[in-house]
């Protein structure tokens, strides 16, 4: 137990994105700008320092890590913070005149925390057997107005995942720009067809209580009603914007994730099972730990419910040879990116 302690130390870096947000937006001026120099300019030249770790847990250790309360509460640890900074924002707006460059070094920040330790540790406890965390997720996918990720990420992008019919996965080719627009729009679509099917399949109706999505709206309504009693408009549609900006970076995750991996259609119709091959991963230090393991994809893919500090490493899976947090800066080239991963997609999936 006193090692699983220790090694979930590491994970306290995941916090130092808050932090650097905390101290840019008590300092102001420049400093507005220091989560985003931290997450994309900082991490990134670590990420290529520091040496890359492809070791996984000892059989031994496992049962130790995955009972290991404190992994999960550093999750929980993250509903405050974000709130916390929301409200920390909300007041900074509100009650400072700011300078134009100041709106936007703010309204990034907010955006990065609401990305990585909102909607990425929302992502993590919606997969979660147990309510009350799937509830906490939630709570964390609401201040980028993005809750109905929860039903077309667990019933949709996991079922379709590499295939064109997942609106998550990026084609060979396709632009991070073009994918914000199709991502963005086919999953919203989608969450409503999968609720539709899921209250059919248990016979009930599509205006009763059973409807997340419509729990949803209201809920995110009255979300946005109570930033507008608390700041007024101004604030409410600024803090929006960060939310708008935590989701793009949720899609530039996405769209790095499973750039041009495609799974094959077999003679029945059917496509092949999920491998370690339809999945990007890391094994980048800083991105790892950061993002909660996220990097390690594939083995989230082969069993969604698996926690976090217990995903493993494959050799079979395709590596991408940035961390993620480099990646995403990368991806915002086109030209570059494709530079460096066309040649990494399998020519057979190419034309899948």
Do not use: C
Request: aromatic residues 16%.
């Amino acid at each position: 137990m006193l090692k699983a302690g220790v090694n979930s130390l590491k994970y306290l870096a995941a916090y130092t994105i808050p932090l650097s947000a905390y101290i840019g937006i008590t300092q102001g001026g420049v400093w507005y700008y220091l989560t985003p120099v931290y997450a994309f300019m900082v991490i990134p030249l670590l990420e290529i320092l520091l040496p890359e770790d492809e070791n996984n847990l000892e059989e031994s250790e496992r049962s130790a890590q995955g009972v290991n309360p404190i992994y999960d509460w550093m999750l929980y640890a993250n509903i405050p913070i974000v709130y916390g900074l929301i409200w920390l924002v909300g007041i900074n707006i509100s009650s400072t005149p700011l300078e134009t460059y100041e709106y936007f070094g703010i309204a990034f920040t907010l955006g990065i925390v609401l990305g990585t330790n909102g909607i990425n540790v929302g992502h993590e406890l919606g997969h979660r057997h147990s309510t009350p965390e799937r509830f906490l997720g939630k709570l964390l996918l609401l201040p980028s107005l993005y809750m109905h990720f929860y039903i077309e990420h667990n019933f949709g992008h996991h079922l379709h995942a590499a295939t064109r019919e997942d609106p998550a996965t990026a084609r060979y080719n396709q632009s991070v720009y073009h994918f914000w627009v199709t991502s963005v729009t086919r999953q919203y679509a989608n969450a409503w067809r999968i609720q539709k099917s899921l209250l059919a399949r248990a016979d009930r109706a599509f205006f009763s209580l059973y409807n997340d999505m419509l729990w949803y709206l209201v809920i995110q309504a009255a979300y946005l009603g109570g930033l507008y009693f608390l700041f007024g408009a101004f604030t409410t549609g600024f803090l929006a914007l960060g939310g708008i900006i935590g989701f793009l970076l949720l899609e530039t995750v996405n769209y790095i994730e499973h750039y041009g991996l495609l799974r094959k259609k077999l003679s029945s119709g059917r496509y092949e099972r999920v491998r370690q091959v339809h999945s990007w991963n890391s094994n980048h230090i800083m991105g790892r730990i950061v993002l909660y393991e996220l990097t390690r994809h594939s083995d989230h893919h082969y069993k969604s419910s698996k926690k976090y500090q217990l995903l493993d490493y494959y050799d079979a899976s395709p590596e991408m040879p940035f961390g993620y947090p480099t990646s995403i800066v990368l991806s915002l080239v086109p030209p570059l990116w494709f530079h460096i991963m066309n040649p990494l997609v399998p020519p057979e999936m190419k034309t899948a």
